[in-house]
């Protein structure tokens, strides 16, 4: 049963991985538009400059470097064309999507067979909007990497505690994600910062004692994070030109329109479309969608309540209860109709798909324990 199971895990991952590369073969022009070019535009300037970060560039509302810029930046001494660049950077970087994902899954002790299926997860487009903005647009793919890295780093520090070399790597990294700007402080510095010093405050009150080397540790991985933030809003930013969104608290009237909207933006993502014939293509994919958020509502309540998984549970509910916080009781201040998009929830959202093979491989244990498998 486990070869089986594995071996369906492998194929599914194969045919999803094999899609989007002719997806990316076929239909990127049907795709493409001035965001995705741009970043082909920046692999250029890099190329002819020499430099990292172009002083000529015009950063839109981050310092952000994609992985389709940094490895058409190497591609284009091989290849003349831009689509070429592209597309390959793409297949490029769902290889380090799996790669680091896998390490995730590894760390967090998820089943080899159910690894592939989590993995397969985070690289399905698993509705038009996820194909456009994540699996082709190559930016947020890039966002939820640099925020596996994260997690796997914060991770492996938690479970040694006192090992001085695992938060040197975690501090760098920190420092770096604090670099490019305030998206990384809301979907990686808070929610740890939060569980931690939940922690230390529980064994405070059941004075209990802690380690105040590994409490020091900690402390000092944050305090990269903050240096990183220094160097981006007092170095960066600068010497180059961002243009800084505002958010705003709305008002309290306009609360349920924007509790509807976000969970409309939320069900798009994962595939629903509203008016959709039942029998149709959309329909089905609708009825998917709908399938795969109730396991992942699921799975993540499961694991809460029996307190598997712990920490990486407590991280995910917390860094999306804080995304669905900031997106419903604030606004941009220049882009008040649109300031909801189901985009902005892929970083909290898609951590959701570890426990989501982790509760369906609990699921099949328990059948098996039943004589159903």
Same mark, same amino acid.
């Given at each position: 049963?486990?070869?089986?199971? $594995? &071996?369906?895990?492998? =194929?599914?991952?194969?045919?999803?991985?094999?899609?989007?590369?002719?997806?990316?073969?076929?239909?990127?022009?049907?795709?493409?538009?001035?965001?995705?070019?741009?970043?082909?535009?920046?692999?250029?300037?890099?190329?002819?400059?020499?430099?990292?970060?172009?002083?000529?560039?015009?950063?839109?509302?981050?310092?952000?470097?994609?992985?389709?810029?940094?490895?058409?930046?190497?591609?284009?001494?091989?290849?003349?064309?831009?689509?070429?660049?592209?597309?390959?950077?793409?297949?490029?970087?769902?290889?380090?999507?799996?790669?680091? *994902? *896998? &390490?995730? &899954?590894?760390?967090? !002790?998820?089943?080899?067979?159910?690894?592939?299926?989590?993995?397969?997860?985070?690289?399905?487009?698993?509705?038009?909007?996820?194909?456009?903005?994540?699996?082709?647009?190559?930016?947020?793919?890039?966002?939820?990497?640099?925020?596996?890295?994260?997690?796997?780093?914060?991770?492996?520090?938690?479970?040694?505690?006192?090992?001085?070399?695992?938060?040197?790597?975690?501090?760098?990294? /920190?420092?770096?994600?604090?670099?490019?700007?305030?998206?990384?402080?809301? +979907?990686?510095?808070?929610?740890?910062?939060?569980?931690? =010093?939940?922690?230390?405050?529980?064994?405070?009150?059941?004075?209990? #004692?802690?380690?105040? $080397? $590994? #409490?020091?540790?900690?402390? #000092?991985?944050?305090? +990269?994070?903050?240096? !990183?933030?220094?160097?981006?809003?007092?170095?960066?930013?600068?010497?180059?030109?961002?243009?800084?969104?505002?958010?705003?608290?709305?008002?309290?009237?306009?609360?349920?329109?924007?509790?509807?909207? +976000?969970?409309?933006?939320?069900?798009?993502?994962?595939?629903?479309?509203?008016?959709?014939?039942?029998?149709?293509?959309?329909?089905?994919?609708?009825?998917?969608?709908?399938?795969?958020?109730?396991?992942?509502?699921?799975?993540?309540?499961?694991?809460?309540?029996?307190?598997?998984? =712990?920490?990486?549970?407590?991280?995910?509910? &917390?860094?999306?209860?804080?995304?669905?916080?900031?997106?419903?009781?604030?606004?941009?201040?220049?882009?008040?109709?649109?300031?909801?998009?189901?985009?902005?929830?892929?970083?909290?959202?898609?951590? #959701?798909?570890?426990?989501? /093979?982790?509760?369906? +491989?609990?699921?099949?244990?328990?059948?098996?324990?039943?004589?159903?498998?």
């Amino acid at each position: 049963m486990k070869k089986v199971l $594995r &071996c369906w895990n492998v =194929g599914m991952l194969l045919s999803i991985l094999g899609m989007l590369i002719m997806v990316n073969i076929r239909s990127l022009n049907y795709f493409v538009n001035s965001d995705f070019a741009a970043q082909i535009i920046l692999a250029d300037i890099i190329n002819k400059t020499h430099s990292i970060l172009p002083a000529e560039w015009n950063f839109s509302t981050e310092i952000h470097i994609s992985f389709a810029t940094f490895f058409s930046a190497i591609l284009l001494w091989l290849f003349p064309k831009w689509d070429t660049c592209y597309i390959i950077s793409n297949i490029l970087t769902y290889i380090v999507l799996i790669t680091v *994902g *896998g &390490c995730l &899954c590894r760390k967090l !002790g998820i089943r080899v067979s159910w690894i592939f299926f989590t993995l397969a997860l985070f690289l399905a487009p698993i509705s038009y909007w996820n194909l456009y903005y994540y699996n082709l647009g190559n930016e947020y793919l890039t966002y939820f990497i640099y925020e596996l890295i994260y997690l796997t780093l914060w991770l492996q520090a938690r479970k040694y505690m006192n090992r001085k070399r695992d938060y040197i790597f975690l501090g760098i990294w /920190s420092c770096f994600l604090g670099s490019m700007g305030l998206r990384y402080v809301l +979907a990686c510095m808070m929610p740890a910062i939060f569980i931690e =010093g939940m922690e230390y405050l529980h064994k405070y009150n059941e004075q209990r #004692c802690f380690s105040a $080397r $590994r #409490c020091l540790y900690s402390v #000092c991985s944050y305090i +990269a994070f903050g240096v !990183g933030i220094f160097i981006n809003k007092y170095v960066l930013s600068v010497h180059y030109t961002v243009k800084n969104h505002g958010r705003y608290f709305v008002s309290l009237e306009e609360l349920p329109d924007r509790i509807s909207t +976000a969970l409309q933006r939320i069900f798009e993502l994962f595939g629903y479309t509203e008016k959709a014939s039942l029998f149709s293509k959309h329909g089905i994919a609708s009825t998917l969608g709908i399938a795969l958020i109730i396991v992942t509502v699921l799975s993540v309540v499961y694991f809460w309540k029996h307190e598997i998984y =712990g920490t990486y549970t407590k991280f995910v509910v &917390c860094a999306n209860v804080l995304n669905m916080f900031v997106l419903i009781f604030t606004q941009e201040d220049d882009n008040y109709y649109n300031d909801i998009r189901g985009k902005y929830f892929i970083l909290g959202i898609f951590l #959701c798909f570890p426990l989501v /093979s982790a509760y369906l +491989a609990e699921l099949l244990k328990k059948g098996a324990l039943r004589g159903g498998v």
